[in-house]
């Protein structure tokens, strides 16, 4: 059983940053696509960024690019998201996820098929 938990969320004012964290376990971590994604209230989940099993290649939306960093640590089985420059527009709740399937559309949510519970990050003006 894969599970995902996901940490590191807060309130923090407009420019500063965060680093939200996944530990997985139950699973050969190493060899999953992983991702972030993020749900406002209203608005549907949309993808953050993404990370291929071996650090090698990263995805980014372009809403983010610049200023967050994804990353993975396969020792200790788990990701990372470094956030700077906050802003208010990226406040919403932080998911990660990671797949078993052999092909991932490493943008497309439903490609994936296990998830963290969520963090709240909240960005005030």
């Known amino acids: 059983q894969v599970q995902l938990v996901d940490s590191g969320g807060g309130l923090v004012q407009a420019g500063g940053s965060l680093r939200v964290s996944c530990v997985v376990s139950g699973s050969t971590f190493t060899y999953y696509t992983m991702g972030w994604f993020r749900q406002a209230p209203g608005k549907e989940r949309e993808f953050v960024a993404g990370i291929g099993w071996n650090s090698g290649r990263t995805y980014y939306a372009d809403s983010v690019k610049g200023r967050f960093a994804i990353s993975r640590d396969n020792a200790k089985n788990t990701m990372y998201l470094e956030m700077n420059n906050l802003k208010p527009e990226d406040t919403a709740v932080y998911y990660c996820?990671?797949?078993?399937?052999?092909?991932?559309?490493?943008?497309?949510?439903?490609?994936?098929?296990?998830w963290g519970q969520g963090t709240q990050v909240t960005v005030s003006s």
């Open positions: 996820a990671t797949s078993s399937h052999t092909t991932v559309r490493v943008g497309t949510a439903a490609d994936y098929n296990y």
